[in-house]
């Protein structure tokens, strides 16, 4: 079977965001973020506007935390049109500043096709659960 086309579908253009950020390769994920992406921060307690501030965030948390585990599942895609939603449950085991944090949620994505591929243009995380572990 031939490997999907990075930009093929909602869901590749997912696996190649979360491979990049767990192996710490934040800037891979540029090519995939449309430049005025934004992020609704978890219980809506801000947001952030544009790739710069998006990738900041992901370079503050890769520089920061050790992930230990990075679990996946219950995967949704929905399309209509030029618009995909993506959408799966999540749960982490990191450490940051000595401290170990068991993390889980909804992460949920939005993409719009543009000139052939789909690019990232909203994101937040819901349900968010994080405790010492």
């Known amino acids: 079977m031939t490997p999907e086309p990075a930009f093929y579908s909602p869901a590749a253009v997912m696996r190649q965001i ?16 449309h430049p005025e992406i934004a992020m609704v921060f978890p219980g809506w307690a801000g947001r952030g506007q544009g ?3 998006f990738l900041a965030g992901f370079h503050d ?18 399309i209509a049109g030029n618009t995909a939603v993506v959408t799966f449950r999540y749960e982490m085991l990191y ?14 994505w939005v993409f719009e096709k543009h000139a052939g591929q ?13 405790n010492p572990a």
């Open 51 to 53: 790739r710069d501030a």
């Open 61 to 78: 948390f890769c520089q920061n935390a050790k992930i230990h585990e990075f679990r996946e599942e219950e995967h949704q895609v929905d």
């Open 95 to 108: 450490e940051r500043s000595g401290i170990r944090y068991r993390c889980s949620g909804r992460d949920l």
């Open 118 to 130: 789909w690019l990232a243009v909203w994101r937040t995380m819901l349900d968010t659960v994080e």
């Open 18 to 33: 979360n491979d990049a950020w767990l192996a710490g390769r934040v800037d891979d994920l540029a090519p995939f973020l």
